[in-house]
């Protein structure tokens, strides 16, 4: 993805100016669509409110003439008592419709987040997993995260408060000129000093958060990682609190030392900007005193004057604050609106068009080659595989040889860097991502516990269709984990996970069935378990292997395994070294070969042979012997 919008490339004031308009038309699109009857209430409200205000001033201006016809006797109580009753009106208008927006603003503003957080799942979702891999990508995904919730609405809110300042202005500038014409432009001058520091205060705001991302992403990993279950018990055990709490501090601190010189600046910005308002409105007054002692004007339209020239300072202020806050918001905006376009840019271009056969014809990976983005070392060398439908085979190799990476690309998950996977006889690049995927069940070692129910653990399988109860039973019994899953408290409807009231938690190994019950659920053509079985105990990992084929009834499936009581009843095996394909074959031709296959075989064999005679652990070993030997 681009940069250019965290770093601030140097931009022509037309292009930013065009570029600014169309984030603004951007955001209240957003809030219109977030909800029409709330925008359209607010704008009322905008309206009435900066309307009450100016009324306020020629009313103020009728009253202090009556005021001052009664001080110089003409005039009774009575004449009072219209301006009065119509200042307290409008005051109160001005108020109730206040409070009243203020209401319709916190709705809105929730509106318009849901509708941001949901843009940004879409698309968080859908690129290409590479950008997983990116820490420039999580800066910018923190960033958006935060700024996409309020950022929008707050360009609106400073759109809608420099509408209703501006009518204000205008309102309460026309009693001012009335008064007297030289008033108006000195006071809209006092404004200018506030744009110009605005705009770089805004600046400064965007630079110190862009800055500060990676910061704040390891603050938040940190505070996290002391704070979550999973972690919980691996820091008492390793004692590792001090560690991390001291890493908090260091990060905190420096933070806040960037911070105490971030806003010195910015507060030395806006204190320039406000001095050079308020000489300004000093100077207004000057002139107005000036102006009775020539008896340019009358006391009573001197009072009105200096409501005015107040009232006026105000919503001059809130002019320019509402065009800082655009400004300011408008870069962050900016960064979204970046995001998005470009987050969506990407899952098109990495997507295909052509719909894949109906019934999985295979997948066939050719001098495939794959290097992780920012690694040098290739985590796949040229490697050539074929799965043919109904075929069941299994990758086995040490750690770090690949098998987890091959995976990745035969699902579709990733390109290949160079060589290429077919599905059938067409590249499966050229595919429709979301067609393939729908013929590919995969599940990883690092599978997910959602804190959903056992239901949805299961049934987050396939989410196209309406969720069957009855197939995800079948699924957990397959998986063996039915009588577990019914076991529970609420049966299949408990939460699995703690973190929700009534929450209850599984074991690794029925967490991994649940998985593997999830996969079996998405009934797809092509099943991948990658180390499907390795928190299982060698029993259930048994049962579980010794009834794929009928559970498969007649899928492809690609499973990863160290286990080689497991691998040995695939159709193939292929063996991975370095990235590599080294050899492939049934059990009975790979110990024929007396090759990699048949030593790590035999020497885990031995292992479990030697293990034998020791008291602990007795049955699994002797089972497990029993299955590799
Ligand atoms: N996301 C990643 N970014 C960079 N390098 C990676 C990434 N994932 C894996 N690798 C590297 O790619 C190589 C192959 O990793 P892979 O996970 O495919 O191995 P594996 O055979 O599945 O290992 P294991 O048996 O430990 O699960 C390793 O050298 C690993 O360090």
Known sequence: MADSAAGGTPESDGRRGR????????????????????????????????????????????????????????????SVTGPVLALAALTGLATVAGGLQASARRVLGEHVARLMAEEVQEVATSVPLEHFESATFYDRLQRVRVNALSRPFQVTQGMFDLLGSSIATVGVGAALVALHPVLLPLLALGGLPLLVTGRREGRLEFAFRVAQTTNERERIYTNYVQSSRDEAKEIRAFQSAPWLQARYRELYGTYLADLARHVRRRALTNGVGNLAAAVVLAGVLLVLAWLITRGEVTFSEAGAAVVAVRMLQGQIQGIFGGVQQIFESGLFLDDVHAFLTDGRAAARAADGSEEPPAAFPGVFAHGVSFTYPGSRRPALRDVDLALRPGEVVALVGANGSGKTTLAKLLAGLYEPTSGTVLWGDRPLAGMRGAAVRSQVAVIFQDFVHY?????????????????????????????????????????????????FPGGTELSGGQWQRVAIARAFYRDAALVILDEPTAAMDPLAEHD??????????????????????????????????????????????????????????????????????????????????????
Do not use: C
């Open 19 to 78: 570029r600014l308009l169309r984030l603004l038309g951007g955001s209240l699109r957003v809030s219109w669509q977030a909800s029409r009857p709330l925008f359209l209430t607010m704008l009322a409200l905008q309206v009435l409110v900066a309307g009450a205000l100016a009324g306020q001033v020629l009313v103020v201006s009728a009253l202090l003439d009556v005021l001052l016809g009664l001080a110089e006797g003409s005039g009774g109580l009575a």
């Open 451 to 499: 804190a959903y129910t056992a239901t949805w653990n299961i049934a987050l399988g396939r989410t196209d269709v309406p969720v069957d109860h009855k197939r995800v039973r079948r699924s957990a019994r397959v998986s063996g984990v039915d009588d577990a899953l019914a076991g529970l408290p609420d049966g299949y409807e408990s939460r699995l996970s703690r973190m």
């Open 544 to 629: 579980l292997f010794s009834s794929l084929r009928a559970t498969l009834d007649g899928r492809t499936a690609l499973f990863v395994s160290h286990r080689f009581s497991t691998v040995r009843s695939a159709d193939r095996i292929v063996v991975l070294d370095d990235g590599a394909v080294v050899e492939q074959g049934s059990h009975d031709e790979l110990m024929a070969l007396d090759g990699a296959y048949a030593e790590m075989f035999t020497v885990q064999a031995r292992s479990y042979l030697d293990g034998a005679s020791a008291p602990t652990n007795g049955r699994a070993e002797a089972s497990a012997t029993d299955r590799t030997t």
